[in-house]
């Protein structure tokens, strides 16, 4: 074979992997995808470009909880939740500020992971100025931020995060002494859930123990 044509197949086989990704540790509970997802990254293409960034936070919720949304069943609002993994759960709070959450479990069960902290990889300038200018930590360094970051909405409520224009791209697992476990914040039943995950050390985390 020729040496171009071996190159055009490791590419091609390179593409192949990044499009079809294995998703499939997304099925297990809430509480245990949670650490697994820290190190992974989200790869948003926006404008002809790819911003790139990697989860340093999470939050664990499911329908035992009584901080989830799924708590109370099935609803309009939750139905994503109760479907199968590896799609996004995108809710509106406060009025004015978009949450993403990536669903895990099995079809029938209500459960999600909130991602609450990213660390910007690649387009951070992007990122800023979707952010209005905010700079350092504070441009993806909470739940609201980084949705604004990324230009996340409910319109990507029920995404695929195995297909473009955003997807999840696994890495391998953090050893567990680089993972914080910690109660929840910003909720106000359950707090005491120590579901709450974080890269220690890293600075975009938006509350640290």
């Known amino acids: 074979m020729p040496q171009w044509q071996l190159r055009f197949r490791l590419v091609e086989n390179r593409l192949t992997k990044y499009k079809y990704m294995d998703l499939s540790f997304l099925k297990q509970p809430s509480e245990i995808v949670a650490p697994r997802l820290l190190g992974c990254q989200i790869v948003r293409e926006l404008d002809g470009r790819k911003l790139v960034a990697k989860i340093v936070e999470t939050e664990a919720y499911d329908q035992r909880d009584a901080a989830s949304h799924s708590y109370k069943g099935k609803t309009t ?3 994503v939740m109760f479907g199968p993994s590896g799609h996004l759960y995108v809710y509106f709070t406060y009025g ?3 949450c ?3 669903v895990t479990g099995q079809t029938g069960e209500g459960s999600a992971v909130l991602i609450r902290a990213l660390e910007p990889l690649r387009g951070l300038d992007a990122m800023v100025a979707n952010r209005h200018g905010k700079s350092g930590v504070e441009v993806t ?3 609201a931020k980084l949705c604004q970051a990324l230009q996340i909405d409910k319109k990507w409520n029920g995404h695929n995060l195995q297909t473009t224009p955003l997807q999840l791209v696994p890495q391998p697992a953090l050893k567990p ?3 914080v476990r910690a109660t929840r914040i910003g909720i106000s039943q359950a707090k005491e859930v120590p579901w709450r995950f974080y890269v220690r050390g890293n600075s ?3 509350h640290s123990v």
């Open 96 to 98: 004015m500020h978009y």
């Open 204 to 206: 975009y985390v938006s």
């Open 77 to 79: 609002r939750t139905e």
């Open 141 to 143: 360094n909470g739940p």
């Open 100 to 102: 993403m959450n990536i």
């Open 177 to 179: 002494a680089e993972i």
